[in-house]
């Protein structure tokens, strides 16, 4: 079932947790949110010291067995699913029903590491899935209608996308035999007839790029972000839509090796729809006066940059596409934790009604400062150099009349999140800003953790390249 079974208890391990909550808290409440805390925490320490050990640094890498890629992403689960746990702790405190809150969110985890560990498009398909019906409960947890709207719009407007994945499914093992990522690789790069393989592996593409929220296929974000409880926005937007969509939309990308020209309309197809999502994205956040829905549309535009660069397909733009999706997660995780802190506050999400909240609340100010110049692509933070990357890939793979615009809409990012900014903590105090005080400091130890990460990860963005090389490029691309 998996790529490598040593990762089996990354999946296991949360499942096994989710299933033991209802019965153990069921007299302690409370005691829900700690024991997926711990079981979270557990988890990413042991994956970190995977990544991070001495003697993985003194190797540059070389010694990790496992696929890079997907060490990476669990990392990254598994960080995002504690940031979100830890502040729903007090977030969500003395509300109903927290044990299968967070039942959900580990099984969402398990379901997240079982795709990106899997080795064949069947299995991941049916892991998509079980995300997708744990993260529709998700959305409805605070009960409200909108809530329930923004679940719908949710199962239904992405059930096409099972359709066109089962459809390519089917003909992918009419035409070739075979779902392995291994065996279809080979099957592409040995240079047999595979124009029915592209083909079917070029309709699961486009089921998942239904599922990443890419333009035209972006109806049902904006309306699920906005109409889900605030830590379960932060979720979806972070980790679960970048890993039941836009990791496969890299895979496969990796498995057609577009920079060979062996299927060159996907690839053209593909960088269109990140073009037109970078552009879309960031004029509709322009024009937003509710913060998550600005923060979502802005979620759509970061996400273009992946798909363009996966379009693209070179070694360095894939490189490119891995980082940022990494860096996209991570700022995207603090905007949406730093909207709930406000939200808390102030009792608005109307950035008309959130100014001057700078005094306030200082510390979700400076916390938003350091994401939103990440999401912009300012130095040296880590958006920089995922950015600078797939700008670079672009123009030395001769697609200079992407890398321009791209470039340019870093600018349009820059605009719309200063305006954010100023409208809610530099704009003239209001009625709200005025009762208003900083978040529980409990609240705030995610957003400045993952905040201290932004910095770490652009300040020491050497040993991060080299990871990229040494794990993804040298094994999985060359």
């Not at 580990?106 to 299995?123: E, I, K, P, Q, Y």
């Not at 005094?359 to 950015?387: D, N, Q, R, V």
Request: proline share 4%.
């Amino acid at each position: 079932m998996t790529s490598d079974t040593g990762l089996l208890a990354y999946l296991l391990i949360p499942l096994f947790t989710a299933v033991l909550l209802p019965f153990v808290a069921r007299r302690r409440p409370g005691f829900s949110a700690s024991l997926a805390n711990v079981t979270l925490l557990a988890g990413l320490l042991n994956i970190g010291y995977a990544l991070l050990n001495p003697a993985s640094l003194a190797a540059s890498f070389a010694d990790i067995k496992e696929d890079g890629f997907s060490l990476l992403m669990i990392f990254l689960i598994y960080l995002v699913a504690l940031a979100v746990t830890f502040f729903s702790a007090w977030y969500l405190e003395g509300r109903p029903n927290r044990a299968a809150y967070y039942s959900l969110i580990l099984t969402s985890v398990s379901a997240m590491c079982g795709a990106v560990t899997t080795g064949d498009f069947f299995t991941l398909y049916i892991f998509v899935e079980a995300l997708a019906l744990t993260c529709a409960a998700l959305i409805t947890a605070d009960d409200s209608a909108a809530g329930l709207e923004g679940a719908l719009k949710y199962f239904l407007l992405t059930w096409p996308a099972s359709l066109l994945i089962l459809f390519g499914i089917a003909f992918l093992l009419l035409t070739a035999g075979t779902l392995s990522f291994e065996n279809l690789k080979a099957i592409i790069a040995s240079g047999r007839p595979a124009g029915a393989v592209v083909f079917a592996v070029s309709l699961i593409l486009l089921g998942f790029l239904v599922k990443s929220g890419v333009v035209p296929f972006h109806a049902w974000l904006p309306d699920a972000y906005q109409g889900a409880c605030a830590p379960v926005s932060a979720y979806l937007a972070a980790v679960v839509t970048n890993i039941s969509g836009v990791y496969a939309v890299i895979r496969i990308a990796m498995l057609l090796r577009l920079f060979e020209i062996k299927s060159y309309h996907t690839s053209g197809l593909l960088m269109f729809a990140g073009m037109l999502s970078i552009m879309v994205g960031a004029l509709a956040a322009l024009r937003q006066k509710e913060f998550k829905r600005m923060l979502a549309f802005s979620s759509i535009s970061q996400t273009g940059y992946i798909a363009l660069a996966a379009g693209l397909g070179t070694p360095l733009a894939i490189l490119g596409a891995v980082f940022h999706l990494v860096n996209h997660a991570v700022f995207n995780t603090v905007l949406f934790l730093n909207s709930a802190g406000l939200e808390k506050a102030a009792g608005a999400g109307d950035m008309r009604r959130l100014g001057g909240m700078e005094h306030a609340m200082p510390w979700t100010s400076w916390t938003s400062i350091i994401a939103l110049m990440s999401a912009a692509g300012i130095p040296p933070l880590a958006g920089f150099w995922s950015k600078l990357i797939i700008i670079l890939a672009l123009w030395d793979g001769g697609a200079k009349v992407y890398a321009v615009p791209a470039l340019l809409f870093s600018l349009v990012t820059l605009a719309y999140l200063l305006a954010m900014q100023k409208k809610i903590f530099f704009g003239k105090a209001t009625e709200a800003s005025a009762a208003s005080r900083e978040a529980r400091p409990a609240l705030l130890v995610p957003v400045a953790a993952l905040s201290v990460l932004i910095i770490a990860l652009g300040a020491f963005f050497p040993y991060v390249f080299s990871y990229l090389l040494e794990t993804i490029a040298a094994r999985i691309l060359l």
